[in-house]
T-cell receptor, first 109, second 115 residues
């Protein structure tokens, strides 16, 4: 499983766009990139998954450059309720889900 | 449609005791995975069950065991509890081969405190 590196924490303000970048230099050909969100004392919640280029859903966008060695989760116009831990995961779809320490995002009023 | 449900929500046990945690997967899901999450850390994979068999296992000792029932629900058993077993235990469900690294659904977890 490819190792991921993401910032330990980030602060932003309500209404701003937040971009969290994840580095995964050893990503394999069959690996997908998946992001989860976790609020305190709750289970993680799937946000988005992608393989290459750009993926967008109602919650976020995921940008993946051509070399796939990094990815960026983009949250548009964040609110206080977006304060959470965000995990970047890389692996084959048959892999068990392996979490790192994630990025603690703190949204300020 | 109920999502993944776990019971109990909180539990306090004494060191050396045994504990059983329960998980009911989301309707339509046949695969259950268990995770341990210590305070301030990401969830750590314990094991995964499909067709009542353990399919994958993380780096956890044999004190951690599990079971899956014909209705796809699952139990996590931990024997000889240690203080370090205090954590949030999460259950995730999905469809076999369709979810492992796609959209897994997690329960709210069971907060286990060992004293």
């Amino acid at each position: 499983l490819a190792k991921t590196t993401q910032p330990i924490s980030m602060d932003s303000y309500e209404g701003q766009e937040v971009n969290i970048t994840c580095s995964h230099n050893n990503i394999a050909t069959n690996d997908y990139i998946t992001w989860y969100q976790q609020f305190p004392s709750q289970g993680p919640r799937f946000i988005i998954q992608g393989y290459k280029t750009k993926v967008t859903n109602e919650v976020a966008s995921l940008f993946i450059p051509a070399d796939r060695k990094s990815s960026t989760l983009s949250l548009p116009r964040v609110s206080l309720s977006d304060t959470a831990v965000y995990y970047c995961l890389v692996g084959d779809r048959d892999d068990k889900i392996i979490f790192g320490k994630g990025t603690r995002l703190h949204i300020l009023p | 449609d109920a999502g993944v449900t776990q019971s109990p929500t909180h539990l306090i046990k004494t060191r050396g005791q045994q504990v059983t945690l329960r998980c009911s997967p989301k309707s339509g899901h046949d695969t259950v995975s268990w995770y341990q999450q210590a305070l301030g850390q990401g969830p750590q994979f314990i094991f995964q069950y499909y067709e009542e068999e353990e399919r994958q296992r993380g780096n956890f000792p044999d004190r951690f065991s599990g079971h899956q029932f014909p209705n796809y629900s699952s139990e996590l058993n931990v024997n000889a509890l240690l203080l370090g077993d205090s954590a949030l235990y999460l259950c995730a469900s999905g469809e076999w081969r369709e979810y492992l690294n796609t959209e897994a659904f997690f329960g709210q977890g069971t907060r286990l405190t060992v004293v």
